[in-house]
C-alpha cells in the first residue's frame, strides 16, 4: 500500500472525506479533512471540522505512517477551509446552491475566472454557474472536466453574535440593556 493509500484509507476509515493530500520537499506531510454530512461524530453535531477532529486524525496517521514506515517530518492536518477545493464531481453535488470561484483550463470569452451559484445544468450531466456581469445574470455551461480549479466562495457573517449579549447598534459601548451607564 502507497503512503497516499494508507492516508486515505485512514481517514475515510475514521469517517471523514479526504480533501486533499499536499506533500512537500522538506517533510511536510498536510492532510485537509472535512466531515461527511449525515454522519454522526463523536465531538458532536458541528458542521465543521473541530480541532478533536483534527486531533484524532493526526493520533491515528502518526500511528498508520509508522507502520508503514512512511518517513515525514511533520504531520498537519486541518480543515480544507471557508474557501474549500471542489475536486470530485461529487463536491459539486454537495455544494450545489452555494457560491463558488472556477478557473477554467481554457478561456471562454476571453477570461478563465468565474464567480457565481454553482447548480447542475439543467439538460444533460453538467454543471452551470449563473453569475451576474455587472449589467444582467448570466448562465456558464460547463463540464466537470472543463475545470482547472474551483473552491466555494468563503460566507463570512459578523453579524452572527447579536442576540448573544453583543450591544445593538442602538447602545454605546458602555451601555448595559438597562441603558444605564457603568
Known amino acids: 500500500m502507497s503512503w497516499s493509500q ?10 471523514y472525506e479526504l480533501v486533499e493530500v499536499e506533500r512537500s520537499a522538506g517533510g511536510l506531510l498536510r492532510v485537509y479533512i472535512d466531515r ?31 507502520v508503514e514506515n512512511v518517513d515525514y517530518a511533520r ?9 474549500r477545493p471542489l475536486k470530485r464531481p461529487e463536491d459539486y453535488a ?21 464567480q457565481g451559484a454553482l447548480h447542475p445544468a439543467t439538460e444533460g450531466s453538467g454543471w452551470q454557474l449563473i453569475f ?9 455551461d460547463f463540464a466537470f472536466d472543463e475545470v482547472r480549479e474551483a473552491r466555494l466562495v468563503p460566507v463570512l ?13 442602538s447602545q454605546s459601548a458602555g451601555e448595559t440593556d438597562g441603558g444605564q451607564q457603568q
Open 94 to 114: 454537495r455544494f450545489a446552491g452555494q457560491v463558488v470561484q472556477i478557473t477554467l483550463k481554457l478561456p471562454f470569452q476571453g477570461r478563465k475566472k468565474f
Open 132 to 140: 451576474n456581469d455587472g449589467k444582467v445574470d448570466q448562465v456558464l
Open 157 to 169: 457573517d459578523f453579524k452572527g453574535r447579536r442576540g448573544k449579549g453583543a450591544p445593538t447598534g
Open 36 to 66: 461527511v454530512p449525515g454522519h454522526a461524530y463523536p465531538t458532536g453535531e458541528h458542521e465543521f471540522v473541530t480541532v478533536e477532529d483534527c486531533e484524532a486524525v493526526t493520533r491515528q496517521l502518526q500511528y498508520v505512517l509508522e
Open 6 to 15: 494508507a492516508v486515505e484509507k485512514t481517514v475515510t476509515g475514521l469517517g
Open 75 to 83: 504531520l498537519e492536518v486541518s480543515s480544507p477551509g471557508l474557501d
